[in-house]
């Protein structure tokens, strides 16, 4: 008659545990070895019987003293480590088993793979969506609300608390908001990634703010200076002489929020635009200005 040990089938290498830990080792090594993530492994599925048999006889109190009482009659401490190999490989419920313990199907059920999954808790999967937020709620932080549709076909709407400065790309997470957990697992959770939608007035490049200024030729010609609208404030910017479309004026610490206190800058990019529908007396002054210049601005390009 084979006496396994128990003990060590659920990785103890002593008699001297608590019951937490026999329960512990028992649900570690019962996911390790379950059929259902072993399929077709003959050697793993005998396993995992061996597991369910020592954990229905250590779990119970006195099931346990009864096992140890005839451990230590017939085994003993020298020789146990002579009975390891065959102890921990033997994959029948074995004669020892019947003859002290019985079926014990009123103590522990045995844990068939249905069980298993019961006794064992899942986190529910997480969830990931996106929302658009503008640049001046993303700076400003906002309240917005999002609708998603449950596994059991029904909308849920949930508010989302968006922060002032997050940034883009960033993600949102509603804990317990995602898939049902099984078992008594815990649900999964809800993550809301944002993504900051530049505005007509406003363009995000990192911790910068970029606009556009607008000048006419002659402001641009002469120098100037002009007042243009930061995204919390107005700003002041001097326009220096000779500046042409496409250049660019930068306003330190007016742009967005850093995460840390700062601010990056404003950037305003200079567009140079002519009246649509100028005066006569506007036209006579390109007029006679085209007779005067000089200027060709195409000539620096030439070969």
Known sequence: MIIKDY????????????????????RELAKKYHPDVNVGDAEKEERFKDINEAYRVLSDTASRKKYDRIWNANIGKKKAKQQEATKSTESRTSDFFH???????EVVEEPTSRNVKKKIPV??????????????E????????????????????FTVKIPAGIRNGEKIRLIGQGKNGKNGGNNGDLFIQIKIENSKTFRLEGYDLVTDLYL???EAVLGTRVSISSIDDKVSVYVPQGIESGEKVRIPGKGYKDGKG????LIAEIKIVVPKRPTE???????????????DPRKQYEA
Do not use: C
Not at 143 to 150: A, D, H, P, V
Not at 262 to 265: C, E, L, N, Q, T
Not at 281 to 295: G, I, P, V
């Open 281 to 295: 007396e506007e036209l006579e002054l390109f007029e006679k200005m085209k007779e005067l210049s000089k200027f």
């Open 7 to 26: 003990y060590k089938i659920l990785d103890f290498d002593t008699n001297k545990v608590t019951i937490d830990e026999i329960k512990s080792n028992f």
């Open 99 to 105: 003859m002290f313990f019985g079926n014990m199907q």
């Open 262 to 265: 700062s601010r990056g800058d």
């Open 216 to 218: 006419t030729p002659w």
């Open 123 to 136: 986190k529910g999967d997480n969830v990931e969506t996106q929302i658009v937020v503008s640049v001046q």
């Open 138 to 157: 993303a700076f400003y932080g906002a309240e917005k609300k999002i609708s998603l549709r449950t596994v059991e076909g029904k909308m849920k709407t």
